[in-house]
């Protein structure tokens, strides 16, 4: 088979990104100068372990980033495959005292990567990025990249999220995703650089916090540059002198005072103010070493006593779960309209937020969320077996999830466990109380500015937000259940949503926000006997009237502090989204938007053709 061709795609500017051009995979951390590497790829599947990439039979071509099982990528094969390879070749130019640095934001599950015939790195954990330093095996002209794939569909032990380890999809699990999922990029740098960018702000002392590591080579006097803007405001600039390599400094910024001035810079899902920032690495003579293009942004999330807040005043939660799936593409977006146009959709819905279900997104979908503004729970894949090596790779990859992303202003909530999966035992085993307690309190020393869910849906042993997964279809019911006169002594000591206990322990916080964070899941379907929902519907009408009967009574309770839908679309059998799987929705959008929101919405949100109404990137 002939090998791949080189493909030059281009590098996208990096103040837009219009058809035809590539976005960014890394928004909060751009530099000029960076080249895709998604394209056609040879590939092959293997049914043996092999270690010698020589011998690898490339009998088959894939489109990168979308996996194997997908028909997007071209292969469209669903079996229980556990091995794969993938090569690509590519140019690079002349480095001039540069580094090149070769970029993967997920590849599911374990990779081992070759550049022109020398092992660079290898990874284990599919949600979250990786990259390696390849200046030293590099080559004028042409190169080449070979990567290995493991990933043992029967493994319950690895975070793996509602990939099924069955053949056919059953209940609420998916096909499986194997291999390389997000985009692959390479990236040109200066040896001397800005090497890691946090951002966090304080809404009461009016700052932005900055924390920046970089990679030095000589020892010589460094200065970060720092210019912080907001539209055409200039709010701060600041240089900063580099002190053992790190830079941690918090920014105060001048309080406009009055709240019509400060709204204008705070973040809001009505009012999504970004601050953009542009960091300059500079010698000790002033000359610039290194550029890179980010933002910020001015909010805060926190809760107190039962209610949720969002700069420091309650804001009710309308959420919806979404399991981020594409039809033709699995858990690849098919392209960047498709990721801005979910969240349009979103709040088109009615919707403030989504809670992300068993997935981690692209950064590509939380720089939209952040520019958008739509709030985002961020949930950890499941693992499904408590074991040593469990524990130990969950952790891991949850401590990347926070590193990749604590930056991004639109996440307003951390949850490391769902339903108890990977911790069946919580009721009896005193181990895995210990577990989900210690997640949640690592969680709060990473980032102690969000809430923390521990375990979602029931079976709380450490969280900041009580989240209770209940699938009753009856109105009436749902509103007994959940009456303000009786949260103490009868929901929390008697009601059992889904037959499980929401509190372990004797440390009972009542007082915490209660969310209803899985209800509904009323399934309708043009195929009604290859569904799969938690009750069923048969018209369109029938769907938007019960729908918006529950949802009048879940808004009417004043316990709850939110709620969240289940679902947004369609998810291959689990047929109870508001849109089919291709984002075609089930009934008028305006008919749903007032069913989930009480009210008129705004109906200037623009579903079509986002590009060409001023959303482009900045």
Known sequence: MRPADSLELGRSSPETAEPGQVPHPSPQRKRADWQPLDGRWDFHIETEDRSDPATVNWDKSILVPFSPETAKSGIGETGLHSLLWYRRFFDAPALENRELLLHFEAVDYRATVWVN???????????????ADITPVIQPGRNELIVHVEDDPADLAKPRGKQDWKLEPHSIWYPRTTGIWQSVWLEFVPR????????????????????ATVREQTGERLILAVRLSCGQQLIASDTYEVVAGEVHRRIALSDPGIDDFRNDLLWTPASPALI???????????????????YTAIRS?????DRFLLNNRPIYLRLVLDQGYWPESGM????DEALVRDILLAKKLGFNGVRKHQKIECARYLYWADRLGLLVWEEMPSAYRYTTRSIERLNREWLDVIERDRSHPCIIAWVPFNESWGVPDLTQNSAQRHYVQALYHLTKCLDPSRPVVGNDGWESV????IGIHDYDHQPERLGKRYGIDQIESHLFKRERPGGRTLFIGDDRQWTHPIVLTEFGGIAYGKNPEHIWGYSRTETADELVECYSALLETVRSLPALAGFCYTQFTDTYQEANGLLYADRSPKAPLDRLGLATAGSMLDQDITIEAPWREGLMER
Not at 462 to 465: E, L, P, R, S, V
């Open 192 to 211: 001397t650089r800005i090497d890691s960018l946090q951002w966090s702000c304080s809404l009461e002392r009016w700052e932005i916090g900055l924390d």
């Open 332 to 335: 690849t977006a098919p392209d």
């Open 462 to 465: 450490a969280t900041d937000i």
């Open 117 to 131: 015939g020398q092992r660079v790195c290898s990874h284990e954990g599919g949600y979250t990025p990786f990259k």
């Open 276 to 294: 953009d920032a542009e960091l300059e690495l500079r010698d000790g003579n002033g000359a610039v070493l290194d550029r890179l293009k980010s």
């Open 301 to 305: 999330v926190c809760v107190e006593g």
